[in-house]
């Protein structure tokens, strides 16, 4: 087993009843932020002998994200603590998130002649993932999917058909299930696969990071405030995330223009996007009192800003996961958000750590505010509770998700 400069967890029942780690491999796009954690937490088990193969290295350096509306360099390493290769791309027009931006042909040699116990894809969407099931299925390996599909948005007509017959297709071949959350194992239910086949592996975060960081953090709340230019007196309300139309910041604002004046509030948006200008004139054209923008914020400056927060707000029309919610969740803070972001079914309790309400309805997410910021007691409590649920929902419940699909399926 390869060794990656990290101390191995060992399963003593493991040891007993195997005489070796299942060799996973896992095809990726390409490095994610919020992936490695996992890959990371796998490769510290005995039990897995991993290699993640990439399909570009798209991330790694500066690019430019339009819904920021700027460039972006990740902070923090990608690449660290398990092990991982490049996959050569010959797409003549290379982009990861296009189905023939990712044309990896040496994916099919490589599970032809490596003696991989199951491969593990992220998805259907690319032609490097239908080249590798398609090898896969040909010689009997296992396939896992994982996969961010909640089905809270679906096509319609020609194309929802279209989509259900390749699916049916694919997932007959498909052997494990890797579940994100709730609604991705209901949309596998919807296409009658087995619940044997579906495993729970979380979509998490580096829980350790950003409660270590939370806990280094408490207590300078109003510096925080200070250092931003923010009232350090005044309850903030955050979003956090892409200032573009998907994620509606523009409700959020509405909203906060509709409390009464006499709740003394600031809201904060850290992010940036095409959406920001318009926000700025609402603002000045409304008059409205105590809203900040801080732009965009990298990972290692995130725990600052959850920090100097008392509510966190998520208002999008779609959202597959919305991974900001358990950033938030490991600093103790409230959730509200709209009944299309696919976490809420596992991470928000209404009346317990948050809220949940129509998306669109300015009212409702107004009412939801107000029921929240006005109770410093109440407020308190439900960031409690955050952190007592996101402590259940981490990399190492998803490894536990991982291990027992590969004890499952692997002969």
Not at 108 to 113: A, C, F, G, M, T
Not at 332 to 347: F, T
Request: glycine content about 6%; charged content about 25%; hydrophobic content about 45%.
């Amino acid at each position: 087993m390869r060794e990656v400069g990290r101390e191995v967890v060992k399963d003593p029942m493991f040891v007993a009843e195997n005489t070796r780690p299942y060799r996973l491999a896992i095809l990726a796009s390409h490095p994610i932020q919020y992936h490695v954690p996992l890959y990371r937490a796998l490769a510290k088990r005995s039990e897995i002998d991993l290699t993640v193969l990439f399909c570009s290295n798209f991330g790694l350096k500066a690019y430019h994200d339009r819904n920021f509306g700027q460039d972006v360099k990740w902070d923090i390493p990608l690449l660290d603590g398990y092990h991982n290769e490049f996959l050569p791309n010959v797409s003549p027009r290379p982009n990861p998130s296009r189905f023939w931006g990712l044309i990896n042909p040496v994916i099919v040699q490589r599970l032809r002649k490596e003696n991989f116990d199951a491969v593990w894809l992220h998805g259907w969407a690319l032609a490097s993932n239908c080249m590798a099931w398609v090898t896969a299925a040909s010689r009997h390996l296992p396939i896992f999917i994982r996969g961010e599909t909640n089905g809270m948005t679906e096509p319609v007509g020609l194309k929802r058909i279209a989509k259900r017959i390749l699916l049916k297709k694919f997932f007959k071949h498909v052997t494990g299930f890797l579940a994100i959350g709730t609604n991705n194992a209901n949309f596998y239910r919807s296409y009658n696969v087995s619940e044997k086949r579906i495993f729970m592996t979380p979509y998490s975060i580096d829980n350790a990071f950003f409660i270590g960081r939370s806990q280094e953090l408490e207590g300078q709340k109003r510096i925080l405030k200070e250092k931003e230019g923010i009232p350090p007196d005044l309850p903030v309300i955050l979003f956090c995330g892409k200032l573009y139309d998907v994620k509606r910041p523009m409700d959020i604002l509405q909203a906060f223009a509709l409390l009464d004046r006499s709740l003394r509030a600031s809201l904060v948006f850290v992010g940036d996007g095409p959406l920001r200008a318009e926000m700025e004139r609402f603002v000045v054209q409304r008059r409205v009192a105590n809203v900040h923008f801080l732009g965009f914020r990298n990972q290692q400056e995130l725990p600052r800003c959850y920090a100097l927060a008392d509510l966190l707000v998520l208002s999008s029309a779609s959202e597959t996961w919305g991974i900001v919610l358990n950033e938030a969740m490991c600093s103790k803070l409230p959730l509200i958000v709209s009944d299309r972001v696919g976490a809420a079914a596992d991470l928000v309790r209404n009346g317990v750590n948050g809220f949940v309400y129509p998306m669109g309805n300015i009212e409702a997410l107004a009412d939801c505010i107000t029921r929240v910021i006005t109770n410093d007691v109440v407020r308190d409590e439900m960031g409690q509770r955050s952190l007592e649920i996101i402590k259940r929902w981490g990399p190492e419940e998803s490894v536990k998700g991982v291990l027992s699909c590969l004890s499952a399926v692997v002969n």
